[in-house]
Nanobody
Framework: QVQLVNSGGALVQPGGSLRLSCAASGRLFSIYSMGWYRQAPGKQRELVAAITSGGSTNYADSVKGRFTISRDNAKNTVYLQMNSLKPEDTAVYYC??????????WGQGTQVTVSS
């Protein structure tokens, strides 16, 4: 099992910044990729950004150039730095870990609201 605890969501004004954190524990050796998804009201959950164990990254087109995913292996933590936030970024953000055996783990979600 893998446990994910994510934090950092808040209310922020358009153009502002936030950093989300996701701390992982448990069977970490089974994880080959970690990422962030988001789900806005009435919409499907979508991938925002992901980073593999080798450090390769992938971003949704809507956040390229504004969001940065990174990892601190010593702390078993993945971060999502979000800059130039827009109202359409408002959603619940979920940390995800993809593990061998086609297993996916999810954090509890954190609310990000971009509004003036």
């Amino acid at each position: 099992q893998v446990q994910l605890v994510n934090s950092g969501g808040a209310l922020v004004q358009p153009g502002g910044s936030l950093r989300l954190s996701c701390a992982a524990s448990g069977r970490l050796f089974s994880i080959y990729s970690m990422g962030w998804y988001r789900q806005a009201p009435g919409k499907q959950r979508e991938l925002v950004a992901a980073i593999t164990s080798g450090g390769s990254t992938n971003y949704a087109d809507s956040v390229k150039g504004r969001f940065t995913i990174s990892r601190d292996n010593a702390k078993n933590t993945v971060y999502l730095q979000m800059n130039s936030l827009k109202p359409e970024d408002t959603a619940v953000y979920y940390c995800n870990a993809a593990a061998t055996g086609n297993v996916a783990y999810w954090g509890q979600g954190t609310q990000v609201t971009v509004s003036s």
